[in-house]
């Protein structure tokens, strides 16, 4: 019974149901059906003027949205507040995109500048046969750019090892950049 009663409720839509419509229907058994159908939040009961009418929860809401100021006002503010904090999520992702792209954009940069001030150095400081000392070159490459000796040979390997078909490095020297466990101290293009 307590079905075709929800059934029956569900039927009126936005409007509701006379209480008294319901009784007719049902009998006596009417108010124990719907103490059910409240205790389980199925339906709705108010009173309008001298009658009682019943809603599903669902039509019940719609209802209040459409018809009572009240409950406007706060669903527009729930709404209007999610909609807000859902704006403010997208320009926090947008932003912390825009945060991780900068250092990226700026090691590129970097490693950009370095590679010219690189191959001017190693041109000005390459002996007859091509080959520069990296002491030589990281000297004037960081009094012109400040960096520290650290800085410039972790630079200078990162570019060495990007670009191993432009540059040969040889071992030996007083410092170089360390690869396969060897002091290479000495830097040529090829």
């Not at 008294?20 to 939040?41: M, R, S, V």
């Not at 949205?65 to 403010?88: E, R, T, W, Y």
């Not at 000297?139 to 570019?159: G, V």
């Amino acid at each position: 019974m307590s079905k075709e009663a929800l059934e029956r409720i569900a039927s009126t839509g936005l409007n509701g149901m006379k209480k008294a419509e319901l009784k007719k229907t049902f009998g006596k058994n009417c108010d124990n059906i719907l103490q059910k159908l409240i205790y389980t939040e199925q339906i709705f009961v108010e009173k309008k003027g001298v009658a009682y009418f019943v809603w599903t929860r669902d039509n019940y809401v719609s209802y209040l949205s459409q018809n009572d100021p009240k409950c406007k006002i706060v669903l527009s503010m729930a709404m209007g507040k999610s909609h807000s904090s859902a704006k403010v999520k997208e320009y926090a992702n947008n932003i912390g995109e825009t945060v991780n792209k900068i250092p990226q954009q700026n090691v590129a940069s970097q490693a950009s500048d370095f590679k010219v001030e690189f191959d001017r150095r190693l041109t000005e400081s390459s002996i007859s046969i091509g080959w520069a000392p990296f002491l030589d070159i990281r000297k004037k490459i960081c009094e012109s750019k400040k960096i520290s000796p650290e800085n410039f040979y972790y630079m200078a390997t990162e570019l060495v090892e990007r670009h191993r078909e432009k540059y040969e490095v040889s071992s030996g020297g007083q410092e170089g950049i360390i690869m396969r466990g060897l002091v290479h101290g000495y830097v040529r293009n090829v």
